[in-house]
Every structure is written in structure tokens, then in C-alpha cells.
T-cell receptor
Framework: GQQLNQSPQSMFIQEGEDVSMNCTSSSIFNTWLWYKQEPGEGPVLLIALYKAGELTSNGRLTAQFGITRKDSFLNISASIPSDVGIYFCAGPLSSGSARQLTFGSGTQLTVLP | DSGVTQTPKHLITATGQRVTLRCSPRSGDLSVYWYQQSLDQGLQFLIQYYNGEERAKGNILERFSAQQFPDLHSELNLSSLELGDSALYFC???????????????FGPGTRLTVL
């Protein structure tokens, strides 16, 4: 099946630093999603991208939909302690009328004070 | 709070047993999705229901089954449990079935299943 390769697997950064993570696929996706998961909770959608080349921001978060439709990037600027969590890229597979999500393996972000 | 509720929060049981996980979608959402999150497999789609009907199946074992009731809540039944079934099970809901533009899926807090 389709797989999303997400990197890096983990990051340890100092508060105030910028963060970049990316996701690649061997298949084309028409939508790219970025989720954040905090301990004891379900994933929460941060940004959705619908068009190749699209650049979308949500506060300090910026994500881009790659031109090839096979990759996406998430940047977090000026990190703060509450940015800690696992960040997942995801893409919806479409089969008929279904829209199940395929997830990357996640990037565990730790922000050091 | 996503508006999706799941019960129970934690479940501890023994191998060979059967359990039922329950999910109530957000008000107005007709689609329910079940996902399994384990350390070795990550987050994986199991099954989707839309307005009471099964719409898609992912990596769901034959020992697992689900249904969506007329009031739109859903249950995931796991039987003949094995140690490897220990995982977080998430339910998500969305407004529509998935045709057209992607509809955001809102995830519940999950049920942590431990099989001893």
C-alpha cells in the first residue's frame, strides 16, 4: 500500500528555534494534512493543503504542498514548550467514496527550555 | 475537545477475551473511522462507516468487526484477543462520506487497550 516517509523521527531543539520536518511518498496525493498528537489525546489537524505548490500558515506553523504532489513540509517558527508532541503528515486515500487516512510515522518534537 | 467521545478510556483484559469499544461522533457527522495506533505499526486505518453502512476496510483483522447504529454511534468489537492487539484505538468522524474535497476528520481521545 501507499506509505508516507516522514523525517526526522525525533528532534530536540531549544526554545525559540525554528523546526522543519518533511514527508515524502512514492505516490501522488491530492491532499496533504499535518496533525499534532499530544500525550493521552487523539491527533488534531493543524494544516490542510489542497493544491500542489500551496503554502499555508496557521500561526507559527507553515506547511507546503510539494509541486510533484509527492511531498510536503512543515515548519514551526520560534518554538515554545507547548509545541511538544508528535507531528504526523497524512494523506487521504480515495477509493470510491471513502477517505481513510494514511499517516507518516511521526516526528517526536521535544523543546528544551 | 474534538466533540468525538470514546469509551472506555482504558481497558485491560486477557488473551482470548472479547471487548467492545464505543465511539460517539460529533453532532451532525455521518462518517465514523476507526484507527489503530501501535508502536511498531504506527497509525493505521481499520474501517469506515457512513450513515450505518460500511464504506471502506483497511488493515482490519478478521477477529475485529465494527458497526454503526441508527443514532450514528459506532462500536468496534475485538475478539480472541492476542498480546499484539495491545494498542491505542482511535475513532474519528467527519461530516460526509468523503466524496469531493476532503472533509476534516476529528479524532476522539482514544481507548488504550492492554492485553495481558
Amino acid at each position: 500500500g501507499q506509505q508516507l516517509n516522514q523525517s526526522p523521527q525525533s528532534m530536540f531543539i531549544q526554545e525559540g528555534e525554528d523546526v522543519s520536518m518533511n514527508c515524502t511518498s512514492s505516490s501522488i496525493f491530492n491532499t496533504w494534512l499535518w496533525y499534532k498528537q499530544e500525550p493521552g489525546e487523539g491527533p488534531v489537524l493543524l494544516i490542510a493543503l489542497y493544491k500542489a505548490g500551496e503554502l499555508t500558515s496557521n500561526g507559527r506553523l507553515t506547511a507546503q504542498f510539494g509541486i510533484t504532489r509527492k511531498d510536503s513540509f512543515l515548519n514551526i517558527s520560534a518554538s515554545i514548550p507547548s509545541d511538544v508532541g508528535i507531528y504526523f503528515c497524512a494523506g487521504p486515500l480515495s477509493s470510491g467514496s471513502a477517505r481513510q487516512l494514511t499517516f507518516g510515522s511521526g516526528t517526536q518534537l521535544t523543546v528544551l527550555p | 475537545d474534538s466533540g468525538v467521545t470514546q469509551t472506555p478510556k482504558h481497558l485491560i483484559t486477557a488473551t482470548g477475551q472479547r471487548v467492545t469499544l464505543r465511539c460517539s461522533p460529533r453532532s451532525g457527522d455521518l462518517s465514523v473511522y476507526w484507527y489503530q495506533q501501535s508502536l511498531d505499526q504506527g497509525l493505521q486505518f481499520l474501517i469506515q462507516y457512513y450513515n450505518g453502512e460500511e464504506r471502506a476496510k483497511g488493515n482490519i483483522l478478521e477477529r475485529f468487526s465494527a458497526q454503526q447504529f441508527p443514532d450514528l454511534h459506532s462500536e468496534l468489537n475485538l475478539s480472541s484477543l492476542e498480546l499484539g492487539d495491545s494498542a491505542l484505538y482511535f475513532c474519528a468522524s467527519s461530516v460526509a462520506s468523503g466524496t469531493g474535497r476532503f472533509n476534516e476528520q476529528f479524532f476522539g481521545p482514544g481507548t488504550r487497550l492492554t492485553v495481558l
